[in-house]
T-cell receptor, first 113, second 115 residues
């Protein structure tokens, strides 16, 4: 069965510092991996995805994520956090034989000025 | 606005009533998904369509839930005899490409409150 774990309910970081939001997954075969962000009263917005190839994926708003097959992880990163990055972040996985997207429970990112 | 549109945005209903939600996907998108999100949880898959065909349904989708996508365009999600446990945000998403590599674009959701 597919599953996604986001071990941190909340991540706090000072503005200008690098940030990491963790995600590990469980799926048979090679996965498709996604990050979405949810701002208050707004829908989920797509940030980036890993399909194949380069393990470092770059996405919107300066975010990037690193796929690590041996650790089954897909951590979201940003070199320098902004206060406006404060939101709820969801990692999601889809196996190659299904169109069902499985989400983690989300990590709230709080960036302090 | 060319994004995924969901109506209504909010719905308050009494327990036992039926409710219907509508989703208009991005034009030309052939895949349409319904998810449910409760407080503190990630979105949970309910069902999805390719064009007008409903291809997969979650165990979460009890016999009180039904979804349709006539003509492969907009979709409706109906909940019959609502229960308090149905209170949640119902999200719709659409995608274009076939295969798992396409990202899904989400609407703003319909928040259902059953009192």
């Amino acid at each position: 069965a597919q599953s996604v774990a986001q071990p941190e309910d909340q991540v706090n970081v000072a503005e200008g510092n690098p940030l990491t939001v963790k995600c590990t997954y469980s799926v048979s075969g090679n996965p498709y991996l996604f990050w979405y962000v949810q701002y208050p009263n707004r829908g989920l917005q797509f940030l980036l995805k890993y399909i194949t190839g380069d393990n470092l994926v770059k996405g919107s708003y300066g975010f990037e994520a690193e796929f690590n097959k041996s650790q089954t992880s897909f951590h979201l990163k940003k070199p320098s956090a902004l206060v406006s990055d404060s939101a709820l972040y969801f990692c999601a996985v889809r196996g190659r034989n299904t169109d069902k997207l499985i989400f983690g429970t989300g990590t709230r990112l709080q960036v302090f000025p | 606005d060319t994004g995924v549109s969901q109506n209504p945005r909010h719905k308050i209903t009494k327990r036992g009533q039926n409710v219907t939600f509508r989703c208009d996907p991005i034009s030309e998108h052939n895949r349409l998904y319904w998810y449910r999100q409760t407080l503190g949880q990630g979105p949970e898959f309910l069902t999805y369509f390719q064009n007008e065909a409903q291809l997969e349904k979650s165990r979460l989708l009890s016999d009180r839930f039904s979804a349709e996508r006539p003509k492969g365009s907009f979709s409706t999600l109906e909940i019959q005899r609502t229960e308090q446990g149905d209170s949640a945000m119902y999200l719709c998403a659409s995608s274009l490409l076939e295969g798992g590599e396409a990202e899904a674009f989400f609407g703003q959701g319909t928040r259902l409150t059953v009192v």
